[in-house]
C-alpha cells in the first residue's frame, strides 16, 4: 500500500499519464477524423443501393451486396492482427510502424467500416416520406443525399460519432500492447510489466472519465440537434 501511495504521489507519474492522454487524444481525434471520410461514402452508398424497402432510392440489389460483405469481413477483424497486417502500410505512410501517429492508420481503417453501418444505419431511419416528397418536387438523387437524408438524419449520426469515438478509444487502448503509444501502452510497459498498479489504475481511471465525457458530449449534442427539427 505504501508503494502504491509513493507511486501515487510521485511527480514523474502523473507526468507520464499527461504525456500518454495527449498521445490517445491525438490518436483518437485523428483516427476519427479519417474514419469518417472513409466510413461517410461507403455508408451512403449502402443505403442508397439498398432495395426500396430498405429506403434505397438506387436500388442496385448486387453492388449492395458485394459492398456490404466487404464492410462485414473488415468488421470482423480484430484489432491487434489488423495493426500487425497493416504495419507496412503505416512503415510506409508514416515512416515507421510503432508510435502514434503510426497506429492512427490501422485505427482509422479499423473504425472505418463501423462508421459505414452507423451511417447506413441511421439514414435508414430518415422517414421515407420526406424522401418521397423531395422525388416528387423533383429532386435529384445528390440533392436528395446532401439535403433530405444527411441532415434528417443528424441527431443519429451525432449519437454514431460518439459510439465511433468511444470504440477508438478502446483500440487505442489495445494498441498499446504493440508499442501504440498513448494509455493502453503506459498501462502496460509500467503498470503490468513493471508491477505498478498505480500506472495500471490512473490509465484505467483516465480512460473512463474520457470515455464518461465523451459520452455527456454526444448525448447532448444529439439531444439539441433533435431539439431543432
Not at 10 to 39: K, P
Amino acid at each position: 500500500m505504501m508503494e502504491f501511495l509513493q507511486t501515487f504521489l510521485d511527480g514523474r507519474m502523473w507526468s507520464l499519464v499527461a504525456s500518454s492522454t495527449w498521445q490517445t487524444i491525438i490518436m483518437v481525434f485523428l483516427s476519427t477524423i479519417f474514419s469518417m471520410i472513409l466510413g461517410l461514402p461507403v455508408g451512403v452508398l449502402l443505403h442508397v443501393t439498398s432495395s426500396e424497402e430498405q429506403g434505397g432510392i438506387i436500388p442496385l440489389p448486387a453492388f449492395y451486396s458485394v459492398l456490404s460483405r466487404i464492410v462485414n469481413i473488415l468488421r470482423s477483424f480484430p484489432f491487434i492482427i489488423l495493426m500487425i497486417v497493416l504495419m507496412p502500410l503505416s512503415r510506409l505512410i508514416i515512416g515507421t510502424s510503432i508510435g502514434t501517429m503510426a497506429t492512427v492508420i490501422p485505427l482509422s481503417i479499423a473504425a472505418a467500416p463501423f462508421v459505414a453501418r452507423i451511417i447506413e444505419s441511421s439514414l435508414k431511419e430518415v422517414d421515407p416520406g420526406v424522401v418521397q416528397a423531395a422525388k416528387a418536387m423533383g429532386s435529384t438523387n445528390w440533392q436528395i443525399i446532401l439535403k433530405v437524408l444527411i441532415p434528417e438524419a443528424l441527431p443519429s449520426l451525432a449519437s454514431g460519432v460518439t459510439l465511433t469515438i468511444i470504440n477508438l478509444i478502446g483500440y487505442s487502448a489495445m494498441a498499446g500492447a504493440i508499442g501504440g503509444g498513448g494509455l493502453g501502452d503506459l498501462a502496460i510497459r509500467y503498470g503490468y510489466q513493471r508491477f505498478s498498479p498505480a500506472y495500471m489504475v490512473c490509465a484505467v481511471v483516465v480512460i473512463i472519465i474520457m470515455v464518461e465525457l465523451i459520452q455527456f458530449i454526444g448525448d447532448r449534442i444529439s439531444a439539441k440537434l433533435i431539439a431543432k427539427r
